[in-house]
């Protein structure tokens, strides 16, 4: 996955940086990221979902208590 994470950096550097910058900072705000931030419902409703593009996705888990986030899906669209 980590392959996957660098091509996209590299395909699309200025969205990634600023959704590193997000992660950073409010990875659970999905009301400041003009819908391309969602939280997913259902089998998948602990997980965020990133639109890098039209294809591609990145997919997180956030733990508020410990300050963690941890991406576990990062390629095109499943």
């Not at 819908?35 to 997919?59: A, T």
């Not at 208590?65 to 095109?76: C, H, T």
Request: no cysteine; glycine share 6%.
């Amino acid at each position: 996955m980590l392959e996957r994470w660098h091509a996209l950096e590299d395909e699309y550097s200025e969205d990634m940086h600023w959704f590193k910058n997000f992660l950073k900072q409010h990875p659970t705000n999905t009301h400041i990221t003009n819908g391309k931030v969602k939280k997913l419902k259902g089998d998948l409703k602990n997980i965020y979902q990133y639109d890098v593009s039209y294809k591609d996705r990145v997919r997180y888990i956030v733990d508020k208590g410990n300050r963690i986030v941890k991406v576990v899906f990062a390629k095109g669209h499943p």
